[in-house]
C-alpha cells in the first residue's frame, strides 16, 4: 500500500509499505479522508517540540485526522465489526505502566500517538491498523469528511465542557479561528451559552465563525477586545474564554476581560513562557485556568449527530496522491488562508 | 470604649468611641482575641495596596481575626442569640443594593470588608458590631484562642476545598509556613490526603507542622523541593499544590512538581507579575490553577469540632493594651512568629 512519510524536515514522500496485519486485538482500516492539522505541518516542517526532545524520529509515519472503514478485525475483537465507519483516539497507550494500571490512560507514560510523539504508525496511508478499543463507530448520519473533522473538533468540545457553560447565563468568548476555535464556538452555543463571542485576525474566517453559530465577531486588528467586551457586558467582563489561537500575546487580553470568577480555558501550545503575568489580578477576580490536551470525543459525535454542522470548517480538499506536494508548498510559504484542508483518499 | 486605630502609617493608636448600638439586623459583640494577620501589619506599614488605590483611607479601624461573644442584637438580627460566642466573616453585604434585596448577599455590589478594604469597622476595639447573616456560631467547647484562629484557618479550608482531595489518594504540596501554610497541611491530613509534604524556610514553624501531622517537611535551603516530591511520589508529581507562601520565586517548583491533571491552587497575593510562565509545561500535564478568596468557616469549625487542634500556631499570648506598642517594635523588627494572639482578659 502506499504512504506518505515525513522523510525529514521539509520533505514528505510516498513510500510503498506492505499493508499491516491486524493482531488479535486490533482492526485493520481503510482511510477515506484525512484532514491537515498544523501539527502534520510542523512535524514536516522540524518545528514540533517532540522532533527535538529526543522522542520522535524521522522518517515519521504521520497523519491522525481521519475518517475510515474497518475491512478487517483481529480475532479478539469484540468492540467494532468490518464495515463500520470509525474515527479513532489520538494516542495508543501502552496498558502496563503504573497510569495504565490505573485506567488513567491519557496520562500513559509511554504512549504512541497516531501519527505525532513516539509515532503511531499514523493515517496518510491507504491502511493502518488500530487496537480496537480505542476506536470509536460513529452513526450513518455522519459523513467521511466531518468524520474528519471529529479529532480536532473533540479538542474544541474537550474546552467548551471545562468551562461549565450555564444554558441561557454564559458568555463565552473564544480567541482563534482555527478549527478548533471554530468548533468550539459553534459547541458553546449548541451547549446553550447565552452570547458566543469569537475573535480572529482573518475576515473570512470570522464570517464561517457567525455561520457556525457565534452571536458576534470581533477583529482586534480592528478594534480593541478589551474595549468591546467591556461594552458588550456592561462592564462585567466574559464568564469563559477558550483561548484557541495560540498566541501568548492574546493571553494578557483574556486575563482582563474575564469576569469576576470567570474561567480561562487553555487549549493549544504557545511555544514560550507567559511572561508577566498579572497573576494577582486573576486571584483578584477568583478565576480558574484549566487546560486541554485531550478529546471528548463522545461529546462530540453527539453533538454533531444532533445537528451541529462542522463542514463549514472544510475550505479545500485536495487528493492523497497531492497532498505531498501541498504540504511541503505550506510550509514553505506559511499560508494560513484554509481553516481545513481535507485529504480525500477515494 | 477603646478601639485600636491606624491613624497614619506607622501609627496605630488607642482611641475612645462610644459604644457601637446594633441595628435592626446586627448584633454587637464583646471581643475576647483577635489574632494579628499579615494584612493588619501592611496597614500599619502602610504598604497594604488598598490603602493606595483610593478605596480604602487612614484612619483605618483595622482587625478581622476575631472571637467574641453576643451581648444584645437587633430586632430583625438572624443566626444568632446573645451569649453565643461568635466569629465573622471577612467581607459584609451592603443589605441595600438589587442583589441584597433579592437575598444574594454573596454578590453585593457594596461590599466593605472587616477592617480592612473599605473598612467595616475592625475588630481591635472592645466591641464590634456585624449583620447577624454574616456571623457564625462556635460550639462552647471550642475555646476563643481557637476560635480567633478560625478566620485564617477558614482561607486555608477554602484552598484544601478547591484542591478536591481524593481520600487515601491525593498527595499535596503545600508551600510556605504561615499559618494559613500550617492550617492547610493540617486540613489536607482531615480530608484525608494519603500523604502531606510542607515546605518553608524556618525549622521550628516545619517542627510545627509536623506536630500537626503533616508527613513530609521540606527546607528548600536544604534540600531539592521538585526532587523531593518526585521522590515521594514515585515520579508522579504532587496531585495538588496549595501555595500559601505568597512568593512570586516559589511558583516555578510549584507547577514542576504538579502530577499529571494536577491542580494548583493559590493562597495569597503576590504584589508582583509572574514573569515567566511555563505555560506548554503547564497544558503538557493538563493541570489546572485556582485561586482562594473566600472563608469556609462552617467546614473549619467541623473540623475543630473532629478535633483537629490549630492552637499550635499561637507562638505568642499578648494584652489588648500591649498591642499598639509591640506592633510598632513589629515595624521596625519581625519576630519568627506564626501566629500572636491578642488578648481582652483585661476588659472581661
Known sequence: MKAMVAKEPGVAEYIEVPTPVPADDQA?????????????????????????????????????????????????????????????????????????????????????????????????AEYMVMPADCLYVLPDSISHDVASLLEPAAIGMNGVNKADIVPGETIVLVTGVGAIGLAAAAFAKHRGAKKVIVSGRTPYKLELAKKMGADMVVNPKEEDLVDVLMKETDGHGVDCIIECSGSVAVLDDCVEVLAKQGKLILISLYGKKYTNFDIDAFIFKEADMRTVMFHDTLDTIKAVDEGVDLSPLITRHIRFDEAAEFMMDLIKQERKENVKVMVDFD | MKALIVKEPGQPEYTEFPKPVPKDDEALIKIYRNGICATDMEIVSGIASFMHDGTTSYPVRFGHEYSGIVEAVGKDCVNVKVGDKVVGEGVISCGKCENCLKGDYKNCLDTKCVGTLKTWPGSYAEYMV???????????????????????????????????IVPGESVCLVTGVGAIGIAAAAFCKWRGAKKVIISGRTQYKLDIAKAMGV??????????????????????GADCVIECSGNIS??????????????????????????????????????????????????VIQALKDGIDVTPLITRHIKFSECGDFMKQLLKEKTSDIKVMVDYDEFC
Open chain 1, 28 to 124: 485493520l482500516l481503510k482511510i477515506h479522508r484525512n484532514g491537515i492539522c498544523a501539527t502534520d505541518l510542523e512535524i514536516l516542517s522540524g518545528a514540533a517540540g517532540f522532533m527535538h526532545d529526543g522522542s520522535t524520529s524521522y522518517p515519521v509515519r504521520f497523519g491522525h485526522e481521519y475518517s475510515a472503514e474497518v475491512v478487517a478485525v483481529g480475532k479478539d475483537v469484540t468492540e467494532v465489526k468490518v464495515g463500520d465507519h470509525v474515527i479513532g483516539e489520538g494516542g495508543v497507550p501502552c496498558k502496563h505502566c503504573p497510569e495504565c494500571l490505573a485506567g488513567n490512560y491519557n496520562a500513559c507514560r509511554n504512549i504512541m500517538g497516531v501519527g505525532t510523539l513516539r509515532t503511531w504508525p499514523g493515517s496518510y
Open chain 2, 215 to 236: 508527613d513530609v517537611c521540606c527546607n528548600p535551603r536544604e534540600q531539592d523541593l521538585v526532587e523531593l516530591v518526585m521522590k515521594e511520589t514515585d515520579g508522579h
Open chain 2, 250 to 299: 516559589v511558583l516555578d517548583d510549584c507547577m514542576a512538581s504538579l502530577a499529571h491533571r494536577g491542580k494548583i491552587v493559590i493562597v495569597g497575593l503576590y504584589g508582583k507579575p509572574y514573569e515567566k510562565f511555563d505555560i506548554d509545561g503547564f497544558l503538557f500535564k493538563e493541570c489546572s490553577l485556582d485561586v482562594v478568596v473566600d472563608h469556609a468557616i462552617p467546614d
Open chain 2, 130 to 164: 456585624l449583620p447577624g447573616r454574616h456571623l457564625h456560631v462556635v460550639p462552647e467547647n471550642i475555646s476563643h484562642d481557637e476560635a480567633a484562629l478560625i478566620e485564617p484557618c477558614a482561607i486555608a479550608m477554602t484552598g484544601v476545598n478547591k484542591a478536591k
